[in-house]
């Protein structure tokens, strides 16, 4: 009574009163469990509001027992999702001698395109006059699998309109050409017409190619580019492609939501650029890990309902549960999803309720109850301190963590990314910083930055953590805010390569910090002296007097209050000042 009284208090004091969008949970329920109506009372006596189902599954029959439902897995035959076993067999063929990575549904080859739709239509066709809460096109959609690195996709297809989208991006082939470094007669990008025989072709580079350049050879300020450009390419397919399905989809089911659930964090591969993403998704899951839910939350529409999927922890106790459902309600969500029947009701008997089962009921039924209902009904404070995440600093925050990989780089699977990947880990450093600060923030794209999203009255800080690559319109938009007395908080790296991945010969924001660079280290991984990089040319960041930072991981960061360059007063101001009252 006390939790309840409290948060009440929170969202009547705090906030503006909007509508109450409810809040649901769903229970994954195994094939195996008879639909009947002992099912559709224990349900409701638990407070779960219906059942996930699958294409085939028996719609009608759970219309008549009154159970809502969801429909997930819409779209199969790896076309957004890629199995297992085509995953290995891809894998095999692009480590051959002669290797092949094509991707195994090519994204860009029409005849997929037409046959997922057709594969739409009839299983949206198949439920008649029933009506789902909402559809999932699919469930872990990838552009490869999860977040495995692979270069996908050379297939003819794909290389036609990578060439088309490099004409648009650069504003002409010959100026695509320009920014690859090659020559005019050069294979890899080629352009037909109506007075050739070819159509016009893109060839990707090898991210292996690539990475021995980087770190074995002597690359060239713009030998990123054309890796950058692939990577990129390979997201705007992945959203381009979940956005004609998400269409496709609501024209036959017209009123029905559309998302996709278990996405990912934003990485190097697999298409997870959640800026592209979200415009059009009714309804999405993004695994919570890498910051990826608080990415999401910040960059969605208003319309998009977030879910969460709550798993039985395996070592800790049930009440970890218990604190999943209010940390993902308190963080957005307003779906979720209880994983699996069998440990909801053991043996399948609906009579009867597992220990987890239990520890939960509660806090299911009151994220719904009337006495939340100011809390859902509540719009969020301004944030103070926006976060910038940008996609090519990620991925070259990958290519970094390579670096002492070998030919084992192909092995940085999603499990290990999870764990290891720098960036995911400097972002989840700075969440629980702001957090513990009691600071409200909001993860900002570059573009956001470049359209003003830095001019909210409400932001007084920007957070650059690891954006090696910055594009010079968010370079004058962040000088521009520190001007008008915002904070900018960075590490000693910030806009060492513009926003193409092209290498600057200083960083963008050198003269903001005050930063003087006297060789090529950087201590990328803490206290233990970095490894040189060419192409990178990270340097220890040194203050404007000249003393080395002592900061074990060579922040540079704004100077106190009262000094700056040049003998001026600082814009700056410390960030615990930019607590609430």
């Not at 959609?141 to 991006?169: G, H, Y």
């Not at 499990?415 to 923030?441: F, M, N, P």
Request: with cysteine; charged share 25%; net charge positive.
């Amino acid at each position: 009574m006390i939790r309840a009284s409290l948060l009440l208090l929170l969202a009547a004091s705090a906030t503006a009163q909007g509508t109450d969008l409810g809040h649901r949970t769903w229970l994954w329920l195994e094939a195996k469990h008879p639909r009947t109506a002992a099912l559709a009372d224990a349900l409701w006596d638990f407070g779960i509001v219906g059942i996930v189902v699958e294409p085939g599954d028996d719609v009608a029959r759970l219309d008549r027992l009154g159970i809502p439902y969801y429909l997930d897995q819409v779209v199969s035959g790896g076309t957004l999702h890629v199995k297992p076993d085509m995953w290995k067999e891809a894998v095999t063929r692009s480590r051959a001698k002669k290797p092949d990575d094509s991707r195994p549904r090519c994204l860009s080859d029409p005849a997929v395109l037409a046959a997922a739709e057709k594969q739409i239509t009839d299983r949206l066709s198949a439920l008649g006059k029933s009506r789902p809460a909402f559809v999932s096109l699919r469930d872990e959609p990838s552009f490869t699998r999860l977040l495995n690195p692979i270069d996908w996709c050379r297939a003819p297809a794909s290389r036609r309109e990578f060439a088309k989208w490099l004409d648009q991006r650069w504003g002409g082939i010959a100026h695509a050409r320009e920014a690859w470094g090659l020559s005019k007669d050069s294979d890899v990008l080629r352009w037909g017409g109506p007075d050739t025989s070819t159509d016009p072709s893109a060839t990707p580079p090898l991210t292996s190619d690539v990475r021995d350049r980087f770190f074995h050879g002597e690359p060239e300020a713009r030998e990123l580019i054309p890796w950058n450009d692939a990577r990129d390419f390979a997201d705007t397919v992945f959203a381009s492609t979940v956005d004609r399905f998400a269409a496709h989809a609501r024209a036959r089911l017209s009123g029905v939501p559309v998302g996709i659930l278990g996405g990912q964090m934003p990485h190097a591969f697999g298409g997870f650029d959640w800026g592209r993403l979200l415009g059009s998704l009714d309804v999405v899951e993004a695994y919570d890990y890498g910051g990826a839910l608080e990415i999401v939350r910040s960059l969605r529409t208003p319309r998009t309902r977030l879910l969460h999927t709550v798993f039985p922890p395996k070592e800790a106790p049930a009440a970890a549960s218990v604190h999943a459902l209010w940390h993902g309600f308190f963080h957005g969500t307003q779906e979720a999803v209880l994983f699996k029947g069998d440990d909801i009701f053991p043996e399948g008997d609906v009579t009867r309720r597992t220990p987890w089962a239990n520890s939960l009921a509660p806090t299911v039924k009151a994220l719904a109850s009337p006495r939340l209902g100011m809390w859902r009904r509540a719009t969020p404070l301004s944030p103070q301190v926006a976060i910038l995440v940008d996609m090519p600093s990620i991925r070259l925050g990958w290519l970094l963590d390579t670096r002492n990989d070998g030919h084992s780089w192909r092995r940085r699977l999603t499990s290990y990314a999870t764990h290891h990947s720098t960036q995911a880990r400097t972002r989840v450093a700075w969440i629980a910083l702001l957090e513990d600060l009691g600071l409200r923030y909001t993860f900002v794209t570059p573009l956001q930055v470049d359209e003003g999203m830095l001019t909210r009255p409400s932001l007084q800080a920007l957070v650059l953590p690891r954006n090696l690559a910055l594009g010079s319109r968010t370079v004058a938009r962040t000088r521009e805010f520190l001007q008008r007395g915002g904070l900018v908080v960075a590490d000693c790296q910030p806009g060492l390569y513009t926003g193409q991945l092209a290498r600057r010969k200083t960083g963008a924001l050198d003269t903001l910090f005050g930063v003087r660079r006297t060789d090529f280290r950087s201590n990328l991984d803490g206290p233990h002296q970095g490894t040189p990089h060419q192409g990178l040319a990270p340097r220890r960041a040194r203050t404007p007097g000249g003393r080395r930072d002592p900061s074990p991981s060579g922040l540079g960061l704004p100077l106190p209050p009262g000094r700056a360059p040049g003998g001026g007063p600082a814009r700056t101001h410390p960030l615990p000042q930019l607590a609430p009252p």
